[in-house]
């Protein structure tokens, strides 16, 4: 009843010209930046912060907000029209999402993201209101192990994306990994595999490697195949989406909001790992149907995901300081440049600022909607631009990203090596997405898994004794072992029916 | 397409508008480069001297731009690269000293003109309420025993807080190569190990831990100043029995091959900026504390700094 009370007056505060015009703003700006591959949210906010001086803290916050979900709203309009993802949360959208742009249906991959967007942040959000303090409690006894065992789930759950033929699947899982152990060892502080390029100690970022990957090597791909006979002429199809179209949304997105929402409330979750389990949830009860060729619940389900985890993020940064992700952290800054200190205490002593920011999600997610829904048929348009153009332009939106990362030309070098390898990659029939899920799963799983011996002195049975990671373990053998009971049980079957 | 390339235009202009390095700048336009991406340490400093700056001069032009990579190390190379600039300053600091060693970098900060340190911000050590240490002794006493059993939560491999770490371990008579050491990828994710009570002690800077030390989730055991401080009750290292004192502080360098003449113009104008009202108003904002020092006893200083941290560096292992 009170926070009732409290959200209300949040909305009064949200409600002023004054603020809508922040939060309309922030996103814009956040779906600009989130389509660009390479600038994200998080770089955009940092580099307002120092301008936003003088703006009162409640509008500033509006706008960053607003920034936030527009980013992750944002990546996916590139990763589904030109298979070149703005941000790594958006990945998984371009696997089904590009090919359902190819069969006609960009419009309602788009629609379906946008829809989907909109539901699993006002979901989310709503969660944020009255669920906080139990995920945050949840959120915090997740160890090291937990984590590991979180990993491994992960990397069972999504074999099934892994591809038809497994030793491809592995080629591409271990080009992934590999990328993954380039730069300083966080552990120890040792340099690997960098071959002495400075430039390469930090690693090689997430962005780069997706870029390289999807766009670029898709646009080598194209250009080597362009004199090849005719190019396929891609069909206008409807505009909207369909009765149908909705029918196998509603489930997805609701699916992908329960998965989202929590992960981005663990400290070493992320946007990417729900997205990838959304995407293998969405498979698997679809039993493999169109999956491959242009489902749209592989879109949405994702699509959900990665925007409930935005606002699962907000959990544990405005109930205890902490933040799970670059741009939280960075919105961490801005509220300490007003000589704010989220934590147990925000909640009592700035409760006009918290409340109209969490007001201001609602709206600027219903802002998303109303800017993007009647954009999707527009964008889709950009898919008869003839090839030569559009590809031209991916090259250079892709190359002008990657240099706003780090104005560094090594990524330059590094993006257009990765352009190679996606292209062989493609030629010789190996699928990318294991190459990603390795990349962002890998150190991942290495870091927690060396973090938790290291905790336990060399102990390796804290991998199993917590009760979390013996749970997540005990799952990722489940799914294992399915197919091979199934299929002892139906060779059984045969055979009674034999006798 | 049109649409695209608009945006792709109005993109570019809003990020040269935030600072990317440009070509302009005439004689009087002074820049300043954070080796790091936007939003740490170095950016605010570097971001904050920025206004400071224009506040002590309105006429000056003053630019800052972001150089991320390898603990500063890239930064570095680029300002040993601008030989006889007098127009170009790094923000710089402990941090920097320590990533020189462990990455073995090409070039050292001997290769730079020193101007001044601007602030300090000191480290803190804690652990969770329901912890068994109560004060730095019990923590020394437990390290003694086995060292593998303390496992200590920071940021970095080789940063601030694994230095700290390392020369408590020495202060406390435990090889420091034995500290067991987590490296979480910043303060937050270690607050998280704590809170969550799966580590035995965490070191961070005070600002990371404070709110949490209020509330009484975490006990802060000491602070690594040589005097006790205003905004945290709780003892100093040295009180608490580890003679050990660390500041990460920071400061500004100029590329190496300066004459007197621009090298004291620089300082003269940096210390314009250092008696502004505005740096002064966002020192006390940031909690940070005013070591201003120029000339000859800065130069000094880096140099004792820099033998500290390459002793201890290698006392933990971390130089391959």
Same mark, same amino acid.
């Given at each position: 009843?009170?926070?009732?009370?409290?959200?209300?007056?949040?909305?009064?505060?949200?409600?002023?010209?004054?603020?809508?015009?922040?939060?309309?703003?922030?996103?814009?700006?956040?779906?600009?930046?989130?389509?660009?591959?390479?600038?994200?949210?998080?770089?955009?906010?940092?580099?307002?912060?120092?301008?936003?001086?003088?703006?009162?803290?409640?509008?500033?916050?509006?706008?960053?907000?607003?920034?936030?979900?527009?980013?992750?709203?944002?990546?996916?309009?590139?990763?589904?029209?030109?298979?070149?993802?703005?941000?790594?949360?958006?990945?998984?959208?371009?696997?089904?999402?590009?090919?359902?742009?190819?069969?006609?249906?960009?419009?309602?991959?788009?629609?379906?993201?946008?829809?989907?967007?909109?539901?699993?942040?006002?979901?989310?959000?709503?969660?944020?209101?009255?669920?906080?303090?139990?995920?945050?409690?949840?959120?915090?006894?997740?160890?090291?192990?937990?984590?590991?065992?979180?990993?491994?789930?992960?990397?069972?759950?999504?074999?099934?994306?892994?591809?038809?033929?497994?030793?491809?699947?592995?080629?591409?899982?271990?080009?992934?990994?590999?990328?993954?152990?380039?730069?300083?060892?966080?552990?120890?502080?040792?340099?690997?595999?960098?071959?002495?390029?400075?430039?390469?100690?930090?690693?090689?970022?997430?962005?780069?490697?997706?870029?390289?990957?999807?766009?670029?090597?898709?646009?080598?791909?194209?250009?080597?195949?362009?004199?090849?006979?005719?190019?396929?002429?891609?069909?206008?199809?409807?505009?909207?989406?369909?009765?149908?179209?909705?029918?196998?949304?509603?489930?997805?997105?609701?699916?992908?909001?329960?998965?989202?929402?929590?992960?981005?409330?663990?400290?070493?979750?992320?946007?990417?790992?729900?997205?990838?389990?959304?995407?293998?949830?969405?498979?698997?009860?679809?039993?493999?149907?169109?999956?491959?060729?242009?489902?749209?619940?592989?879109?949405?389900?994702?699509?959900?995901?990665?925007?409930?985890?935005?606002?699962?993020?907000?959990?544990?940064?405005?109930?205890?300081?902490?933040?799970?992700?670059?741009?939280?952290?960075?919105?961490?800054?801005?509220?300490?440049?007003?000589?704010?200190?989220?934590?147990?205490?925000?909640?009592?002593?700035?409760?006009?600022?918290?409340?109209?920011?969490?007001?201001?999600?609602?709206?600027?997610?219903?802002?998303?909607?109303?800017?993007?829904?009647?954009?999707?048929?527009?964008?889709?348009?950009?898919?008869?631009?003839?090839?030569?153009?559009?590809?031209?332009?991916?090259?250079?939106?892709?190359?002008?990203?990657?240099?706003?990362?780090?104005?560094?030309?090594?990524?330059?070098?590094?993006?257009?090596?990765?352009?190679?390898?996606?292209?062989?990659?493609?030629?010789?029939?190996?699928?990318?997405?294991?190459?990603?899920?390795?990349?962002?799963?890998?150190?991942?799983?290495?870091?927690?898994?060396?973090?938790?011996?290291?905790?336990?002195?060399?102990?390796?049975?804290?991998?199993?004794?917590?009760?979390?990671?013996?749970?997540?373990?005990?799952?990722?053998?489940?799914?294992?072992?399915?197919?091979?009971?199934?299929?002892?049980?139906?060779?059984?079957?045969?055979?009674?029916?034999?006798? | 397409?049109?649409?695209?390339?608009?945006?792709?235009?109005?993109?570019?202009?809003?990020?040269?508008?935030?600072?990317?390095?440009?070509?302009?700048?005439?004689?009087?336009?002074?820049?300043?480069?954070?080796?790091?991406?936007?939003?740490?340490?170095?950016?605010?400093?570097?971001?904050?001297?920025?206004?400071?700056?224009?506040?002590?001069?309105?006429?000056?032009?003053?630019? *800052?731009?972001?150089?991320?990579?390898?603990?500063?190390?890239?930064?570095?190379?680029?300002?040993?690269?601008?030989?006889?600039?007098?127009?170009?300053?790094?923000?710089?600091?402990?941090?920097?000293?320590?990533?020189?060693?462990?990455?073995?970098?090409?070039?050292?900060?001997?290769?730079?003109?020193?101007?001044?340190?601007?602030?300090?911000?000191?480290?803190? *050590?804690? *652990?969770?309420?329901?912890?068994?240490?109560?004060?730095?002794?019990?923590?020394?006493?437990?390290?003694?025993?086995?060292?593998?059993?303390?496992?200590?939560?920071?940021?970095?491999?080789?940063?601030?807080?694994?230095?700290?770490?390392?020369?408590?371990?020495?202060?406390?008579?435990?090889?420091?190569?034995?500290?067991?050491?987590?490296?979480?990828?910043?303060?937050?994710?270690?607050?998280?190990?704590?809170?969550?009570?799966?580590?035995?002690?965490?070191?961070?800077?005070?600002?990371?831990?404070?709110?949490?030390?209020?509330?009484?989730?975490?006990?802060?055991?000491?602070?690594?100043?040589?005097?006790?401080?205003?905004?945290?009750?709780?003892?100093?290292?040295?009180?608490?029995?580890?003679?050990?004192?660390?500041?990460?502080?920071?400061?500004?360098?100029?590329?190496?091959?300066?004459?007197?003449?621009?090298?004291?113009?620089?300082?003269?104008?940096?210390?314009?900026?250092?008696?502004?009202?505005?740096?002064?108003?966002? *020192?006390?904002?940031?909690?940070?504390?005013?070591?201003?020092?120029?000339?000859?006893?800065?130069?000094?200083?880096?140099?004792?700094?820099?033998?500290?941290?390459?002793?201890?560096?290698?006392?933990?292992?971390?130089?391959?």
């Amino acid at each position: 009843m009170d926070s009732l009370q409290l959200l209300l007056d949040g909305f009064a505060t949200a409600f002023t010209p004054v603020n809508l015009l922040y939060a309309l703003v922030g996103v814009t700006l956040g779906t600009l930046v989130g389509v660009l591959p390479g600038i994200g949210p998080a770089m955009t906010v940092a580099l307002l912060l120092p301008i936003t001086f003088n703006v009162p803290p409640a509008s500033a916050f509006i706008m960053f907000a607003g920034i936030y979900y527009g980013g992750m709203y944002g990546g996916s309009t590139t990763s589904i029209l030109l298979n070149t993802p703005g941000e790594s949360s958006s990945m998984i959208t371009a696997l089904e999402g590009n090919k359902m742009a190819r069969r006609g249906r960009a419009a309602q991959a788009l629609a379906t993201a946008a829809i989907g967007s909109f539901v699993a942040g006002t979901i989310a959000t709503a969660l944020l209101v009255v669920a906080a303090p139990l995920v945050v409690d949840f959120a915090i006894s997740f160890g090291p192990e937990d984590y590991f065992a979180l990993a491994i789930l992960a990397f069972t759950a999504v074999s099934s994306v892994l591809s038809r033929s497994v030793v491809r699947g592995l080629a591409s899982l271990g080009i992934g990994l590999v990328i993954g152990l380039i730069g300083i060892d966080q552990q120890t502080g040792q340099a690997r595999l960098t071959l002495g390029i400075p430039q390469l100690l930090d690693g090689i970022d997430v962005v780069v490697v997706a870029v390289g990957l999807f766009a670029l090597g898709e646009v080598l791909y194209v250009a080597s195949r362009l004199r090849h006979g005719h190019p396929e002429v891609i069909p206008v199809g409807r505009a909207f989406m369909g009765r149908s179209d909705w029918a196998r949304s509603w489930k997805p997105w609701l699916r992908g909001t329960a998965l989202g929402f929590p992960f981005g409330a663990l400290p070493g979750g992320g946007a990417e790992i729900p997205t990838f389990l959304s995407y293998s949830v969405e498979k698997r009860l679809a039993k493999g149907r169109e999956f491959g060729e242009g489902a749209i619940e592989g879109v949405a389900g994702p699509e959900a995901a990665n925007n409930a985890s935005a606002a699962g993020t907000l959990v544990p940064l405005l109930t205890l300081g902490l933040p799970t992700s670059a741009t939280a952290a960075i919105l961490l800054a801005a509220f300490q440049q007003y000589g704010l200190q989220p934590g147990p205490q925000l909640f009592d002593h700035n409760p006009a600022l918290v409340w109209g920011m969490i007001a201001s999600l609602f709206v600027g997610n219903a802002m998303l909607l109303v800017l993007n829904l009647p954009l999707a048929p527009v964008w889709a348009r950009v898919l008869h631009i003839p090839r030569p153009y559009l590809y031209a332009g991916i090259l250079l939106f892709a190359a002008l990203g990657v240099y706003a990362l780090n104005a560094s030309w090594v990524d330059l070098v590094v993006l257009y090596l990765l352009g190679l390898i996606g292209f062989a990659m493609r030629r010789f029939g190996l699928p990318l997405a294991p190459a990603v899920i390795g990349l962002i799963l890998g150190p991942m799983a290495e870091i927690q898994l060396r973090r938790a011996l290291a905790i336990g002195a060399g102990d390796a049975t804290v991998l199993v004794t917590s009760p979390i990671a013996a749970i997540l373990l005990t799952l990722s053998a489940l799914i294992l072992a399915a197919p091979l009971v199934r299929r002892i049980l139906s060779r059984r079957k045969r055979e009674a029916l034999r006798t | 397409m049109r649409r695209t390339l608009i945006l792709a235009a109005a993109l570019l202009a809003a990020v040269a508008a935030c600072g990317a390095p440009s070509s302009g700048g005439g004689t009087s336009a002074l820049k300043i480069m954070a080796p790091a991406a936007p939003g740490g340490g170095w950016d605010t400093t570097s971001r904050t001297a920025e206004q400071a700056f224009k506040s002590a001069d309105p006429n000056l032009k003053v630019e *800052v731009y972001n150089v991320p990579g390898a603990g500063g190390t890239i930064g570095l190379t680029q300002l040993v690269g601008e030989k006889g600039n007098g127009n170009l300053l790094m923000t710089m600091g402990l941090v920097m000293v320590g990533a020189i060693e462990q990455n073995k970098s090409q070039v050292t900060l001997a290769e730079t003109t020193p101007i001044a340190k601007l602030t300090e911000e000191y480290e803190i *050590v804690v *652990v969770p309420a329901n912890s068994p240490f109560q004060t730095l002794q019990d923590l020394a006493t437990a390290w003694k025993t086995d060292p593998a059993k303390v496992a200590v939560a920071g940021g970095s491999a080789g940063g601030t807080d694994h230095i700290l770490a390392g020369l408590m371990a020495k202060a406390a008579g435990v090889d420091p190569k034995l500290v067991n050491y987590i490296a979480h990828s910043g303060g937050g994710e270690a607050l998280n190990s704590l809170l969550g009570g799966k580590v035995a002690i965490g070191i961070s800077g005070i600002g990371e831990f404070a709110e949490h030390v209020k509330s009484g989730k975490l006990r802060a055991l000491g602070v690594s100043s040589p005097d006790r401080l205003e905004s945290i009750d709780a003892p100093t290292l040295k009180e608490g029995g580890l003679d050990v004192e660390l500041a990460n502080w920071r400061g500004f360098v100029a590329p190496g091959g300066l004459d007197d003449a621009a090298k004291q113009s620089l300082t003269d104008l940096v210390t314009k900026m250092h008696d502004s009202a505005a740096w002064k108003d966002a *020192v006390a904002k940031n909690g940070w504390i005013d070591v201003f020092q120029t000339g000859q006893p800065f130069a000094d200083y880096l140099n004792s700094e820099s033998a500290r941290v390459k002793g201890i560096i290698a006392e933990m292992g971390l130089v391959s």
